[in-house]
């Protein structure tokens, strides 16, 4: 497999530089310019265990290894960009980086601003909830009524699920997890809805608080690149590394390490 990715990055370095008989050379594709430039600019925001930063404040997690183990794959040094996840659309959009690489699901919205790779892992929402606020509260559909606050992070698929599934519910919005958790640890919200694994790790971490009733994948979205609209060349090139790395088992090994087990936990504060 090793042969065959090594194959396709030669060629690939060949497709940037040299023109099809007759026909001219793609101009200004995000591909093009990041070969040229050396460097790969990776747009992403925090989610746990997707991008985090371990102990040192490095950031870390399954977006971190898939970028850098691309970026290594194309010859070209890595350039992490933290992005605030309501604005990365249009900060992708306005050049601030190359690509999203930060567990964005394929949605129809985001399909009209911008084009997406195929897909390399599946992402669901998942709930927990405040054991004593929420003690009425027995399977997923008693949490759509009135007087039940749930917390989500904004503009995000669990947002978007959480209203969907539970329009009675209140919910509550914050600009990232830990404050969103913090409402439903504190009592003033009955649930905590995101995407898996973390509402089952912050489950783990606080047993006296929080509980998981019921088995909930709310909303399962596959999960991809995303870039600038018209740039086919560069999906291409994500699509077939995709494709190679998928059929190696390395992005699988990854997922396992990431989402099926505890051993990165260490590497936190």
Not at 27 to 40: A, N, P
Request: a negative charge; charged letters at 25%; proline letters at 6%.
């Amino acid at each position: 497999m090793k042969h065959i990715l090594t194959a396709f990055l030669v060629a690939l370095g060949l497709s940037l530089c040299l023109p099809a008989p007759g026909t001219a050379a793609p101009r200004d594709g995000v591909m093009e310019r990041v070969m040229q430039r050396g460097t790969l600019r990776v747009g992403f925001s925090s989610f746990v265990p997707w991008a985090m930063q371990d102990k040192e404040g490095k950031y870390i997690g399954f977006e971190i290894d898939v970028a850098e183990r691309l970026a290594k794959d194309l010859g070209v040094k890595l350039q992490l960009v933290p992005t605030n996840w309501d604005g990365i659309i249009p900060a992708l959009l306005s050049g601030k980086f190359d690509v999203i690489i930060g567990s964005m699901s394929i949605t129809p919205q985001r399909l009209l601003s911008v084009n997406f790779s195929i897909p390399y892992d599946r992402a669901y929402v998942d709930v927990t909830l405040n054991r004593e606020k929420a003690a009425d509260i027995h399977v997923q559909e008693d949490l759509n009524r009135e007087g039940v606050t749930i917390a989500v992070r904004t503009g995000t698929t669990a947002a978007a699920a959480a209203g969907r599934l539970f329009p009675k519910a209140t919910l509550r919005m914050f600009n990232d997890e830990a404050p969103a958790v913090e409402e439903v640890l504190s009592g003033r919200a009955h649930a905590f809805v995101s995407s898996a694994p973390l509402p089952a790790m912050e489950t783990l971490r606080h047993p006296d608080v929080l509980v998981q009733k019921f088995e909930a994948r709310l909303d399962a979205q596959p999960v991809a690149f995303a870039v600038p609209k018209g740039d086919f060349d560069t999906l291409n090139v994500f699509d077939g590394w995709i494709r190679l790395v998928e059929e190696e088992g390395w992005l699988q090994e990854r997922r396992n390490y990431w989402f099926k087990s505890d051993a990165w936990q260490s590497r936190l504060n």
